[in-house]
């Protein structure tokens, strides 16, 4: 069984690769610059986003839809919706305002551990897939089901699922693996297990997407395979960007394809812009042995090329012994080395360190910078906020290896007397810690935002430090120090009033002058 | 103006000044428990029990042990000791021995060469449980004794407390208003922003050295030395700068006991964080209680009998629930209140994260349900509820339960949030969705009885005097954010005239400093503070005697001022700390002095558990809340907390503010957001902080704080408490807003959207059912 003619991909980028935790979310003309990058390397179909999310994305999808119009671009769109008439509907209107086509895919979980925890009956999945179906016919938009975890369904559940969306009007089936559970053979059979049921149904028009993940590192392997068994469009995220281990990298599956005959090459150098842009719009960086796109594979660097290939035998700076003893149980990770360079406040720091380890475990652990506190290590406390290239980030959330290359700057950078940072003078001025343990995250998103904002209301301040808790302060004293912070910095308040330190004896005469003296 | 007169000179208390101790905290200068680390350092992580309730049948380590970065392994056997915080209550082992209690309790520990190892070890230990009959709240625990978590093992209870004071059915009686109600607060969690954490480090010569995120490092000390079976001799307790503690460090836990056995047991230093999580589940936070009360008054609003009786649901353990049970009455007495007062409070074991103390131990709870009662008292008798609770203050003398009140900032601190929110203009004149309402408070400072019974001094100051003018600071009490540290160098600086930068605190280590009992019911200023000023006042003789001397004038007409000391009317020759200092050291012989505190004698009532409570000054507080209840969607926003606080002198303010404005910020967020629910599994139901929701800057009032300076007699230049009182009647006032506002009285905390659209929707179906009675009527 061998697919014929040109496989198509979907790049999920703006949609699922914004899912991952760890990645920005661009700005709209981030968003564009990425989507011509994804024109540039052949994609035939990018989603915009998930309409119904917000306001934000409503404004982002369209102006992307209408990008595509306005630039003639190859691409098509599709559009994310839960199977709710209300999502399929802001997918309508999106399509309204650009004034152009967009394909709906719209999910439902399809597991039987959600359906349990949902309490959700056939009756009741199948009235939620037609009236999703409805709103896209009625809207005369083409429309694909995407059923979640289809790699763990139950095939029962699954013909349900499938049977309403192609009694309601579907076009496209969409299979997805969406923990990187299936492997390539599981792929075949489940495909030729949805074929025989669309051809019994009499529905052979109907065509088949793949969705799959890399938990079990096989995300590319299965796409291949399901190109290979007569899937129509494979989906994957620039650099493989998604939640957990992530999605199949798009300029991967392009490279492979192309290779496999399958779609037209891409040169690689294409391929590499396409992941730079996107690195950029996410801030998200570019691992070293990244297949294809990596600093490794575009052989910069014969030095390090030979240091990663050394693997364990490398670490030699800044790693604490009691990290290196205990390699044995990341051995069960198959976890190497990573070389990284990056600044931490403004010095360079060029040392090795492990795939899994946070900024925050880096800093504190391996760079004794103790002044950056852990105090959920799950992203919501804030306590651990550092800058990275000046924006606002929590280190328990970003990897160390994603710093590679860039500027990280911790609480330690804030000078002490004699040039007394404003904002460590206005908080201990105003008593704005307590216990001290959160105020290095709040000084440093405060840090950010006065370089942004140098006269902050109130409100702007309490905005910007909405995602650092305190739990002494009440945050009036917080708020009140910041502010007294951008009056120091602009110069309209002193500088260190009040530090003790005036009525301190003064220094001891010089040795020499009491000789003379005698 | 003379010298010794207590007058502080230099001018530096009172003074609203800087924190002090910020900038090295911050910038990683100080060194918080998790920030130090130790050569060849193993890390270490407690395995817990997945069942709620479980006989430990069995513990296989050796899948775990054959790891090569795993070190050792620990049991209850190998500590097979109780303590307790409460010497009369030791139920807890470190690691449980035969049963564990609560999803959460600790059963082993682990240490391996790093964290990581150490977490994936703690899965590889295998633990064979049966699985007992658990009770998963207050009904289950009281309905069914069989399973036997008392301490008899014929019920579930943990301690009955029964007092009565004055004929109470006969004032009821002869009341003309008899009101009831029922309230419940389900508990809530301290969440500070550190978790925490604990090091042991045992050496070659076999001192135990324990570094710990603890308020309490004296009581550490002593049951370290209980549960290891060592000699507190070979003991040391170190408590680094802490990240926030609320009440939630005030005992000990299963950590301090771990690491240091697996530093005796691999000779090598043992690190243990806890987690987000376990933090949850180790708790002791705000107990939940089921309150209902009876309060009588007179047509005229004077208050005649309370009658309280109240369930509390202790938890797993003890911890301090003795306490706590006689709390939920006691405390309750001052500030206004009835000559006729019975409570019954039991506390019942449950087979939940144990309970223990938060900010306001023990009487937030009632305070709640007895504040609401009373502004229900007032709109009976249509007395302003700010007049209702003057007519009924108890200013001075004694409580009815026998507790000393000398000194009572009352009635000023009602003025004043009366006056501050333009009360008598704008209570209910605000319109429907708007509100004001008022409670109040009062609160210990400090017990004046240790938790173990002795005649020793409660805290302890050693001041160090240095020839080149640095005064060292050496105290037991422990700095966790309250600033401590900085309310001590402020007193002696102000006593010797030194400058804040010429004097070093020292605190909080077992080995360099004299005994304090810890941060723990609001003790810290008026019993360190007192003790600090008793040892600077002894050197201050002696600089003055010095200085005295060399200008030829009388000690008693010498004064210190900042910087230096001078004679009256000599103003010219003033001699410098440092000179002064020199002087008498040469005069005197090496500087130094030791000061402390004791509580009086005798204090509290003459009747079991009557000293309970009793403590040598009690703060006041008032509050006003000023709400919107947005009734479309039960949304209430507390727009405003005025908050004046009587807490004698104000030695810092900008530590009062601190204290005073954390407080209503955490009496308000347990008003509208925060719940500690374990669910019927005996599940947390969200232990993080995105779950559990403490508020963040966008969901906290505009709070006003007001100081109101009473001068206490025995209090350190007049001081007493003001880091936990400002909480308690925050809730209440939040509650009777909510009255003023909607016209609806919520019972149970948190007041969700939920519960406010459910009682919003009650009231309108009784005022329509009121309404179809009266047409028909007619």
Not at chain 1, 439 to 449: D, I, R, S, V
Request: glycine content about 10%.
């Amino acid at each position: 069984m061998t697919a014929s003619g040109h496989v198509q991909v979907n790049d999920e980028s703006l949609r699922d690769g914004l899912q991952s935790p760890s990645v920005h979310d661009p700005s709209r003309d981030e968003k564009i610059a990425l989507l011509h990058a994804m024109s540039a390397i052949g994609v035939d179909v990018a989603s915009v986003g998930l309409p119904a999310a917000s306001a934000r994305a409503v404004d982002d999808a369209s102006a992307l839809l209408k990008e595509i119009t306005d630039a003639r671009l190859r691409v098509r769109a599709t559009a994310a919706a839960r199977t709710v008439e209300g999502d399929v509907n802001a997918i309508a209107e999106v399509s309204q305002r650009a004034g152009a086509p967009l394909e709906v895919y719209a999910f439902i979980g399809s597991s039987p551990i959600r359906h349990y925890v949902e309490s959700w009956d056939d009756d009741f999945l199948k009235k939620r897939v037609g009236g999703a179906a409805d709103a896209a016919r009625r809207a005369g938009l083409p429309f694909c089901l995407v059923t979640e975890d289809t790699t763990r369904a139950h095939p029962k559940s699954l013909t349900t699922l499938w049977s309403a969306a192609i009694d309601a009007g579907a076009t496209r089936l969409c299979l997805c693996d969406t923990v990187g559970h299936a492997d390539p053979f599981g792929v075949e059979a489940l495909v030729s297990f949805v074929k025989s049921f669309l051809e019994s149904r009499g529905a052979g028009y109907v065509k088949l997407d793949w969705h799959g993940h890399e938990d079990r590192g096989l995300g590319l392997a299965n796409a291949l395979q399901a190109a290979r068994v007569g899937v129509e469009r494979v989906h994957g995220t620039a650099m493989g960007v998604g939640e957990r281990v992530g999605n199949v990298a798009m300029e991967s599956l392009i490279y492979n394809l192309g290779a496999l005959g399958q779609r037209a090459s891409v040169p690689l150098a294409a391929l590499r812009r396409y992941t730079d842009i996107a690195a950029r719009a996410m801030q998200w960086s570019i691992f070293p042995a990244a297949p294809l796109v990596g600093r490794l594979s575009r052989g910069l660097d014969a030095e390090r090329d030979a240091a990663c290939v050394l693997g364990d035998q490398a670490p030699a700076l800044g790693v604490e012994p009691a990290a290196r003893a205990g390699a044995g149980a990341d051995d069960a990770f198959a976890e190497g080395w990573v070389p990284i360079r990056l600044r931490v406040n403004d010095d360079p720091v060029e040392t090795f360190t492990r795939p899994s380890r946070t900024l925050l475990e880096m800093l504190r652990y391996d760079l004794d910078l103790v002044g950056t506190r852990q105090g959920c290590d799950k992203g919501d406390c804030g306590a651990c906020t550092v800058l990275i290239d000046g924006k606002p980030q929590l280190s328990c959330l970003t990897l160390a290896v994603h710093c590679d290359e860039r500027e990280v700057t911790t609480v330690e950078s804030l000078k002490g007397p004699p040039d007394l940072d404003p904002l460590l003078d206005a908080f201990d001025r105003c008593g704005a810690g307590q216990c001290g343990f959160c105020t290095p995250g709040m000084l440093m998103t405060a840090t950010a935002l006065l370089h942004q904002n140098a006269c902050p209301s109130r409100d702007d301040v309490r905005r910007a430090l909405s995602g650092n808790l305190c739990r002494c302060t009440g945050y009036g004293a917080i708020v009140t120090a910041v502010e007294l912070a951008a009056k120091i910095r602009r110069g309209d308040e002193p500088s260190g009033v009040d530090m003790p330190g005036a009525h301190v004896p003064p220094p001891l005469a010089p040795a020499k002058e009491k000789e003379k003296r005698r | 103006m003379s010298a010794g007169d207590g007058s502080g000179r230099s001018g530096l208390v009172g003074k609203r000044a800087r924190r002090g101790d910020l900038i090295r905290k911050v910038r990683g200068e100080v060194r918080y428990t998790d920030d130090i680390k130790l050569p060849r350092m193993l890390h270490a992580r407690l395995v817990r029990c997945p069942h709620p309730h479980a006989r430990i049948v069995s513990i296989d380590a050796s899948r775990a042990l054959a790891d090569k970065n795993v070190i050792a392994v620990v049991t209850g056997r190998d500590m097979p000791r109780r303590f307790g915080i409460i010497p009369w209550t030791p139920d807890e082992y470190p690691l449980a021995l035969e049963n564990a209690r609560f999803i959460g309790d600790a059963v082993a520990a682990v240490a391996a060469l790093d964290e990581r190892s150490a977490d994936l070890a703690t899965r590889a230990i295998d633990i064979q449980y049966e699985v007992l009959p658990a009770a998963l709240d207050l009904d289950a625990a009281e309905q069914n004794p069989s399973i036997g978590l008392g301490a008899t093992g014929k019920d579930n209870i943990s301690k009955t407390v029964d007092l009565s004071f004055g004929d109470v059915d006969a004032a009821l009686g002869a009341s003309d208003v008899v009101l009831e109600g029922e309230y419940y607060f389900e508990g809530t969690a301290h969440a500070p922003i550190e978790t925490h954490c604990a090091i042991g480090q045992y050496d070659g010569d076999g001192l135990l050295t324990v570094w710990s995120a603890t308020q309490v490092p004296h009581y550490l000390h002593r049951e370290l030395s209980r549960v290891l079976a060592i000699s507190p001799a070979r003991i040391r307790v170190i408590q680094p700068p802490v990240g926030g503690a609320f009440g939630g460090k005030s005992e000990p836990f299963a950590l301090e006991f771990a690491a240091a056995k697996l530093a005796m047991v691999t000779g090598r230093p043992v690190k243990i964080l806890y987690t987000r999580e376990e933090e949850f589940y180790a708790h002791r936070g705000r107990h939940p209680m089921a309150m209902r009360y009876r309060v009588g008054a007179k047509s005229d609003g004077s208050l005649t009998a309370v009658d309280a009786k109240t369930r509390i649901d202790g938890g797993a353990y003890s911890s301090f629930g003795l306490v706590t049970t006689y709390y939920s009455g006691q405390l309750l007495t001052l500030p206004s209140f009835a000559p006729n007062y019975r409570f019954s409070s039991t506390r019942y074991f449950t087979n939940k994260p144990p309970c223990g103390p938060k900010r306001g131990h023990g009487s937030v709870q009632p305070r709640f349900a007895f504040e609401s009662m009373l502004d229900r008292i007032a709109e009976r008798v249509r007395v302003d509820p700010i007049e209702l609770r003057r007519k009924n203050a108890v200013v001075e003398g004694q409580t009815v339960n026998g507790f000393r009140v000398t000194s009572n900032g009352y009635l000023e601190c009602l003025a004043r949030v009366e006056a501050a929110s333009d009360w008598k203009n704008r209570r209910g004149k605000l319109g429907f969705g708007r509100g004001l309402g008022v409670a109040s408070s009062a609160y210990i400072s400090g017990t004046n009885y240790p938790i173990y019974p002795n005649e020793m001094p409660q805290s302890a100051v050693q001041l160090k005097v240095d020839r080149s003018g640095v005064v060292t600071v050496f105290n037991g009490a422990s700095e966790i954010g309250q600033g401590t540290d900085t309310l001590l160098a402020t007193l002696v600086a102000d006593e010797l005239g030194l400058d804040l930068a010429a004097v070093r605190v020292v605190s909080a280590d077992t080995d360099l400093c004299p005994v304090d009992l810890g941060a723990y019911s609001s003790r810290g200023t008026f019993m360190n503070g007192n003790a600090a000023i008793a040892a600077a006042r002894q050197v201050r003789e002696k600089l003055v005697a010095a200085v005295a001397e060399k200008l030829g004038v009388h000690p008693k007409d010498v004064f210190v001022s900042q910087g230096s000391l001078c004679a009256v009317g000599r103003e010219a020759d003033a001699v410098p700390v440092t000179e002064a200092i020199q002087l008498a050291e040469a005069r005197f012989g090496t500087l130094g002095a030791t000061g402390w505190y004791k509580s009086p004698p005798k204090l509290g009532g003459d009747y079991r558990g009557g000293t309970i409570g009793a403590s040598p000054a009690y703060s006041f507080t008032a509050h006003v809340a000023e709400v919107e209840v947005d009734a479309e969607t039960g949304i209430v926003n507390v727009v405003k907390v005025w908050c004046a606080h009587d807490c004698g002198r104000a030695l810092c303010p900008t530590l009062v503010d601190g204290q005073i404005e954390g407080s209503v910020y955490m009496g308000v967020a347990e008003a509208l957001l925060e719940e500690h629910v374990i669910d019927h599994r005996g599940l947390h139901r969200g232990p993080n902080l995105l779950d559990y929701r403490i508020p963040t800057t966008l969901d906290v009032p505009d709070i006003v704080s007001i100081l109101v300076e009473s001068h206490d007699p025995e209090g350190p230049l007049g001081a007493k408490e003001a880091g936990e009182g400002p909480l308690h009647s925050s809730i209440p006032a939040v509650a009777n807003a909510i009255y003023d506002a909607v016209g609806i009285r919520l019972d149970r905390l948190p007041f969700s959207p939920g519960r406010v659209l459910q009682a919003l929707r009650k009231r309108a179906a009784s005022a329509s059912r009121e309404g179809v009675a009266a047409e028909e009527e007619e």
